[in-house]
């Protein structure tokens, strides 16, 4: 099933774009694009996202993993996409049960 509506939290402008393109030759219906955490916490506030594809090191004061933590109420599957593959990291990632992980 291809979900309809998929937030993307990504602040490399090349990377979001690429990942929409993909997303976009999938079928996803409606992609959105968070550069930041502030933004993306607002717009999870407001929207009902299908998907999260979230990256972990992203602008503001809290990182990815941060903000899925606030969002894990709102039972919102969440793909992790980072570049990081230190055991911490991966060990934050787990921790919250996502939906994925893509290593960029």
Do not use: C, R
């Given at each position: 099933m291809?979900?309809?509506?998929?937030?993307?939290?990504?602040?490399?402008?090349?990377t979001a774009r690429y990942?929409?393109?993909?997303?976009?030759?999938?079928?996803?219906l409606k992609i959105t694009i968070a550069v930041s955490a502030t933004e993306?916490?607002?717009?999870i506030t407001h929207t009902k996202f299908d998907l999260?594809?979230?990256?972990?090191?992203?602008?503001?004061p809290i990182d990815g993993i941060q903000v899925a933590k606030t969002v894990l109420d709102c039972a919102?599957?969440?793909?992790?996409?980072?570049?990081?593959s230190d055991k911490e990291t991966l060990d934050s990632i787990y921790e919250l049960v996502p939906y994925g992980f893509i290593r960029k």
């Open positions: 291809t979900p309809k509506n998929v937030l993307i939290v990504e602040d490399e402008s090349i990942i929409e393109g993909v997303l976009t030759q999938l079928g996803v993306a916490l607002e717009l999260i594809l979230m990256d972990i090191n992203i602008k503001g919102i599957p969440i793909i992790f996409i980072t570049a990081y």
